[in-house]
């Protein structure tokens, strides 16, 4: 029983999450950022968080992980000074190709798809707000 209401929580939360408005992309200067472009990939804008470790392309239905390679380092170079704190997220709009992620195949725990960008379109000008807000206590 603790495990389907921890279940049950955990995709509530993933739902909450990936329910953003399209208003928060207005507020942070992506109001006019294209859906679909003309090329042989697909414009995809949501949320992007980099790290070394692996990064992540949040939209309002759908979250990726993203492919490290090259354009993803760019992108994240080119949020790094848009950035207030460590974990923040800023608005982007990429080209890219959407596939299942090969970690899967390995028995890991990833993400299900993940997106390898192949070109960069739009970088919002401030992070996007935060759905929820964790802090570092000091005992």
């Known amino acids: 029983m603790k495990k389907i209401v921890l ?8 739902v909450v999450i990936s329910c953003k408005n399209s208003e ?7 109001e006019n950022a294209p859906k679909l472009l003309d090329s042989g990939y697909r414009a ?6 980099y790290s070394e470790d692996g990064s992540v392309l949040k ?8 492919t490290l390679d ?4 760019e992108l994240g170079q080119k949020i790094a000074p ?3 704190e460590e974990y923040d ?7 890219g190709e959407v596939t299942r992620n090969p970690a899967l195949d390995e028995g890991k725990q990833v993400w299900e798809e993940i997106i390898t960008i192949k070109e960069i379109v739009a970088v919002g000008n401030a992070p996007a707000d935060a759905d929820i807000k964790i802090e570092e206590k000091k005992s």
């Open 70 to 73: 090259d354009l993803a380092k």
């Open 7 to 14: 279940a049950t929580a955990l995709l509530m939360t993933f």
């Open 44 to 49: 995809y804008s949501g949320e992007f968080f």
């Open 82 to 84: 848009i950035k207030k």
């Open 89 to 95: 997220m800023v608005p982007v709009v990429v080209k």
């Open 59 to 66: 939209g309002d239905t759908f979250i990726y992980a993203v």
């Open 24 to 30: 928060e992309n207005a507020e942070n200067g992506m």
